[in-house]
């Protein structure tokens, strides 16, 4: 191994480490027993419609806070807050822009009135327009204003709400490591200025305000790119820069208050989101994203102030201690809990944790707390929510975007590399990063004394649809004196290797029997390329993880309950919940209250297998009866798996509930007189996008290139058509090569509808609607993403760039072609890539055509390129406006439209392809749904 793949192993090691480390600290429970909050708790979050502050509102009404849910938007905040409510949580709304003062005010007026202040206030609202390094004055006013001068804003008009607590009241601000002031590749490269800025005795509002300015005014005259300021994302980074410094600030005269009116302010980094600011292309879950919030706005005991946090963490030093806390709790010790003093010394409080958590700890105890919760049959119904909804349970696995696949491997003619037996083969499966790197998914067993093997061990990789996924597989002999230990620790480089093979992921489950076989090559250590001596051959066989797809539906009933209440007869709910590795018990769902009944039976639940990992996991089932005060009487309790659930339906039978008591010192269990029966149990399978597929559903890709002359002298390079022949694609061709790249493993002839629009093609009138190819026909394919690139480049010889902008004849032509392909009974769906530079003129033709198009299997992917204001196109996506509306009055059956301006999708993180083609498998899942199309494959069911 060279010096530098040496280097790439260790850097991998160090990921895998720390990614551990994280996952060990978010498992620590936030409180223990020091609850200090309770539904009276007051905790206001901004920008919480969606992404990480919607995942923080709800993290926190979980724990039995009253969350005022705020957004700029009042319907798409109302509607955020409403599934949430919904779920019987205590969450209110109120519109609130951090840039609008009148809106701050009547926000601040509105809490004081209605609440009488806040405990808890998260700054999470944010912008970022604009990735890379190509600021544009708006953006960059837009961003700066929001993330640091809204952000400050809001913080001094809360102070004065912030209501005095012996636990202080709690300021967390959403930051960003990129706001680091000594970040190794992105920072301030004036020494001087970043000194001062760290400098918190001498830190002023002034400094940062007066650094903010002069950034701006460089923005302005053009001069920035020489002025030192951060490399990558510079406004943003700029931004949260300033909202580090300003935390230090405030935390220093936040200090100086007394004991009884403390406030304490402190910001994070949540790391690399999915959410809609970063295409979805991040790391971590939204989910995870909201943990350090949650953690620093319930620590017990908080001291820590006007620091910076990344994965609830100062420094490293805090590691240690959580190793202890965590040996300790798997020792059975009492744990500890973790604090923080002013001075950021550790300090430890025996407490005693109870494994059990209190009611109301998961669900509010309050008004709203009567109705069900989670695994309900309106959890599975995804029609006419928002982003944030949709989000909602994209994260709890309700469309499944991302699949588990699990792949097989197989290997035949293996080289015998052993002087005495045969080779003992291993497979070690990798996925290629962006920037070449690999990435180690799982290694198979050893097979010893074998040249044909088939593995065992399958390899796990998390499919996802808009990616080109590169898997590399090596295989290599394992030297016997190494075998025995755990494959894991078996270093590669001290085995044979016996050759590699590639492939996309996508090729492998676009096959109609999920396989794919390919010769090994050895992969020469030199430049020498590659080099094919009968290595054998490797075959990769894919499938999914079929558990995610069943869910279970089920009806429950009791019979003889309790009477707990003096005037009235019980009211009771049931709780179901799993045992998690730790000893504790994590709720699923719960049913809805029914009112003084002590033969109830309620509404049927549904959840999912995976959400209980198999179907003979234990299930612990709880019959409370409701109380307000949030302190629900337990009526009895019995432990079942789904598997014995479904026994009790078929049998009629029903199980005791048991209640546990202590007799002195003994725990024992008293069988009660109340049963719980279960009415109806039945499964039903989900199908996927990728059982469509595998079924041999294709996608078929079609292009419409905009042709208007607003694109420039395609001569010219300040031209959006300029062909650059030293190979850097115009953004047309980039938006081609990366949507064409992904969906071409799932079109079987790659033949390609291309057409031009916008364009006088050789002595003709301008045409809305021209085949690329050149031809007048009615054939306007292409052969392969080569064709398509071949032919818009001979295009742009042959015709002359003329306008207006209309979109309304290439969706029909689209649209003609899908309803063909109905007519036929075809099993396919297209996907129109519409790349343009401008606003489009036939507006209300195009909507009309859309809302005609939504009926069929189509979907439009909208690619704006250039700097033109792309506002009125946005319309077209119904994530983002109103549903589509025809002339008529008709609506649209589905949202078929996705629009991203290209220049949101600049930056390192996510490709054009990624932005757009997110959506497209809930767009497809849904036709097929609405149309009760079933895929041709039969499913097995688990
Ligand atoms: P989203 O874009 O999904 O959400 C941003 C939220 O902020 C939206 O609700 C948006 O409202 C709201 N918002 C924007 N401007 C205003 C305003 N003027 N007043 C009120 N609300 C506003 O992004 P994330 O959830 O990913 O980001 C949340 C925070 O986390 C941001 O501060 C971001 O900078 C930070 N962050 C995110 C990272 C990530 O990887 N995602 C990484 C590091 C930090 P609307 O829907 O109306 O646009």
Same mark, same amino acid.
């Given at each position: ?104 005010? #009547?926000?601040? !007026? ?235 010394? @550790?300090? @430890? ?87 070449? #790197? ?109 558990? #995610? ?116 010192? !003994? ?38 290139? !905009? ?62 609607? @021209? ?127 996705? @629009? ?43």
């Amino acid at each position: 191994m060279d010096q530098t793949e040496n280097k790439k192993e260790r850097a991998k090691e160090r990921r895998e480490k720390r990614r551990q480390e994280i996952s060990l600290l978010r498992s620590i429970p936030y409180s223990g027993n020091q609850r200090w909050w309770s539904a009276e708790t007051i905790a206001v979050v901004t920008g919480a419609n969606r992404g990480i502050g919607f995942e923080i509102t709800h993290q926190l009404a979980l724990q039995g806070i009253t969350v005022i849910l705020t957004s700029r938007e009042v319907a798409v905040g109302e509607e955020s807050a409403k599934v949430l409510q919904e779920g019987g949580l205590d969450v209110g709304f109120h519109q609130l822009d951090i840039v609008d003062d009148e809106s701050i005010k #009547s926000f601040c !007026d509105w809490v004081k009135e209605k609440y009488g202040g806040i405990d808890i206030l998260i700054n999470n609202a944010g912008v970022n327009h604009n990735i890379g390094s190509d600021n544009s004055v708006e953006a960059a006013e837009t961003i700066i204003n929001t993330n640091y001068y809204g952000t400050k804003k809001m913080i001094k008009a809360a102070i004065p709400l912030m209501r005095p607590s012996a636990q202080g009241a709690r300021i967390v601000t959403v930051s960003s490591r990129l706001g680091r002031l000594n970040g190794k590749r992105n920072r301030i490269s004036d020494d001087g200025l970043r000194n001062q800025l760290e400098d918190v005795d001498n830190l002023s509002e002034e400094l940062i305000d007066a650094t903010m300015t002069k950034f701006l005014e460089q923005v302005k005259d053009g001069t920035w790119t020489s002025g030192g300021w951060p490399q990558t994302n510079t406004d943003y980074s700029l931004s949260k820069l300033a909202v580090n410094a300003f935390t230090r600030v405030m935390a220093k005269k936040l200090s100086t208050r007394s004991e009884s009116e403390k406030i304490y302010i402190n910001c994070y980094c949540p790391g690399m989101v999915k959410t809609a600011m970063t295409g979805w292309a991040g790391q971590v879950t939204p989910e995870e994203g909201a943990d350090t919030a949650i953690w620093l706005s319930l620590l017990p005991d908080q001291a820590v102030n006007g620091k910076f946090f990344a994965e609830r963490l100062i420094t490293r030093q805090l590691i240690i201690w959580i190793f202890l806390y965590l040996h300790l709790l798997a020792c059975n010790i009492p744990p500890l809990s973790l604090s923080l003093n002013s001075s950021s010394q @550790f300090q @430890f409080n025996f407490i005693s944790y109870s494994t059990q958590p209190a009611m109301g700890n998961c669900f509010s105890g309050g008004g709203h707390g009567q109705f069900a919760v989670g695994g309900t049959s309106s959890a599975l119904d995804t029609h006419g929510r928002n982003e944030a909804v949709d989000n909602f349970f994209k994260s709890r696995d309700y469309n499944g975007l991302f699949y588990q696949i699990e792949l097989s491997l197989s290997a035949t003619n293996l080289r015998d590399r052993d002087v005495f037996s045969k080779s003992d083969p291993i497979a070690v499966v990798y996925i290629k990063g962006k920037d070449g #790197s690999l990435q180690e998914l799982g290694r198979t067993e050893v097979v010893l004394n074998s040249l044909n093997p088939q593995w065992i061990t399958k390899v796990k990789v998390t499919y996802c649809f808009e990616m080109v996924q590169t898997l590399i597989f090596r295989v290599y002999d394992v030297d016997s004196q190494f075998q025995g230990p755990e494959v894991k620790t078996l270093k590669l480089d001290d085995q044979q290797y016996l050759g590699e093979c590639n492939c996309h992921l996508s090729q492998i489950v676009t096959h109609p029997k999920r396989s794919w076989t390919a010769d090994l090559v050895r992969i020469a250590e030199s430049t020498e390329a590659t080099r094919t001596n009968k290595l054998g051959q490797l075959t990769v066989y894919a499938e999914e993880e079929l558990v #995610s797809k069943t869910t279970a539906e089920l009806t429950f009933r009791c019979s003889d309950l309790e009477n707990k209440d003096f005037f009235s007869k019980s009211d009771p709910f049931l709780v179901i919940s799993k045992n998690v590795a730790s000893g504790t018990t994590v709720p699923i769902c719960r049913t809805e209250v029914l009112k003084n009944n002590l033969k109830p039976e309620w509404k049927p639940i549904f959840i999912n297998i995976s959400q209980v990992g198999r179907k003979d996991n234990p299930l612990i089932i709880e019959c409370f009866n409701f109380n307000s005060n949030g302190k629900h009487d337990l009526l009895g309790q019995a432990q079942k798996s789904l598997a014995e659930l479904e026994k009790l339906s078929s049998s009629k039978e029903g199980e005791n509930l048991c209640l546990p008591i202590t007799v002195g010192k !003994d725990h024992q269990t008293k069988v009660l007189k109340g049963q719980l029966f279960v009415e109806k149990y039945s499964e039903s399978v989900h199908h996927t996008f990728l059982d469509y597929i595998v079924g041999g559903c294709e996608l078929n890709f079609m292009v419409a290139i !905009d042709f208007t002359a607003s694109n420039g002298n395609p001569r010219l390079p300040d031209s959006l058509h300029y062909i650059d022949y030293s190979g850097r694609p115009n953004a047309y061709q980039k938006a081609i090569q990366e949507v064409g790249g992904v969906l071409q493993f799932y079109d079987h002839d790659k033949k390609f509808p291309a057409w031009g629009f916008g364009a006088r093609p050789i002595d003709g009138p301008v045409s809305h609607c @021209f085949n690329l190819n050149g031809s007048s026909g009615i054939n306007p394919t292409v052969a392969g993403i080569q064709g398509i690139m071949t032919a818009y480049q001979q295009a742009l010889s042959n015709v002359s760039l003329a306008g207006p902008t209309l979109f309304g004849h290439v969706i029909t032509s689209a649209a003609t072609i899908a309803s063909q392909s109905v007519a036929a009974n075809e099993h396919k769906y297209f996907v129109l890539l519409i790349i343009t530079d401008g606003v489009i003129t036939d507006l209300q033709e195009t909507m009309d055509a859309l809302v005609k198009a939504s009926d069929l299997p189509l979907s439009i992917l909208i690619v704006g390129v250039g700097g033109a204001d792309f506002k009125e196109m946005e319309i077209l996506d119904a994530d983002k406006g109103e549903k589509l509306q025809s002339t008529t009055g008709r609506v649209a059956s589905r949202d078929i439209v996705q @629009f991203v301006p290209f220049r949101d999708v600049q930056g390192e993180e996510m490709s054009v392809a990624q932005s757009l083609l997110a959506e497209l498998p809930s767009q497809f899942l849904t036709y097929m749904r609405n149309n009760g199309i079933q895929p041709k494959t039969k499913l097995q069911t688990t």
